[in-house]
């Protein structure tokens, strides 16, 4: 089975404070996403990788930046935390050619509450 | 643009049939997905369909239209623990990797 966790489910932090969301997935996939999920306006791409070192910006990438040193190792970073960042926060990977690779996997997601 | 519509909520019976239709109009389309999402939890994969027609699996069907940018799913012998939300997703094509464009979800809700 394809497992994508997330470092934390719940997490609380102050204005200005920077935040770091850690994803990891044990399938080898070599695309990996980071998307905020918000009431009435659904799943948004923040950034995205298809390789290590690789990114792209999203849809809604301001504010955020993100990091892969490591394959399995997908890293979102809030540099300065603001209110309007209070969100779930979902990582997903899937493989990038082959049979399974329409299939996306996500994580359990990590709420995050800036205050 | 890249719009994919979908409706807020749909109220269905528990034993009963239930069809949640999405409809498309994005850039590029390199398939379409349905996802289900229980409150508090990740979305699960439910299904893809790339070629106009209807899949089959278990309780659930899918179907695409592409020339109509139009998709349902259909949802059979309700049960207590399909409410749940239901996204749309499209695939796009765009860089190095195709990108999901999710439309905003239905919320079923499934009485007795």
């Known amino acids: 089975d394809v497992k994508v966790t997330q470092s934390s489910r719940y997490l609380v932090k102050r204005t200005g404070e920077k935040v770091f969301l850690e994803c990891v997935q044990d399938?080898?996939?070599?695309?990996m996403f980071w998307y905020r999920q918000d009431p009435g306006l659904g799943l948004r791409l923040i950034y995205f990788?298809?390789?290590?070192?690789?990114?792209e910006k999203g849809d809604i990438p301001e504010g955020y930046s993100v990091s892969r040193e490591k394959k399995e190792r997908f890293s979102l970073i809030l540099e300065s935390a603001s209110t309007n960042q209070t969100s779930m926060y979902l990582c997903?990977?899937?493989?990038?050619?082959?049979?399974?690779?329409?299939?996306?996997?996500f994580g359990p997601g990590t709420r995050l509450t800036v205050t | 643009g890249q719009n994919i519509d979908q409706p807020t909520e749909m109220t269905a019976t528990e034993g009963a049939i239930v069809q949640i239709n999405c409809t498309y109009q994005?850039?590029?389309?390199?398939?379409l997905f349905w996802y289900q999402q229980h409150a508090g939890e990740a979305p699960t994969f439910l299904s893809y369909?790339?070629?106009?027609g209807l899949e089959e699996k278990g309780r659930f069907s899918s179907f695409l239209s592409r020339s109509k940018g139009y998709s349902y799913l259909l949802l059979k012998e309700l049960q207590m623990k399909d409410s749940a939300s239901y996204l749309c997703?499209?695939?796009?094509?765009?860089?190095?990797?195709?990108?999901?464009?999710f439309g905003t979800g239905t919320l079923l809700a499934v009485q007795p």
């Open positions: 997703a499209v695939r796009d094509y765009g860089g190095a990797t195709n990108k999901l464009i």
């Open positions: 997903a990977s899937r493989r990038a050619t082959g049979r399974s690779s329409y299939e996306q996997y």
């Open positions: 369909n790339v070629l106009d």
């Open positions: 994005t850039s590029g389309f390199n398939g």
């Open positions: 399938m080898d996939h070599e695309n």
């Open positions: 990788s298809y390789d290590v070192k690789m990114k």
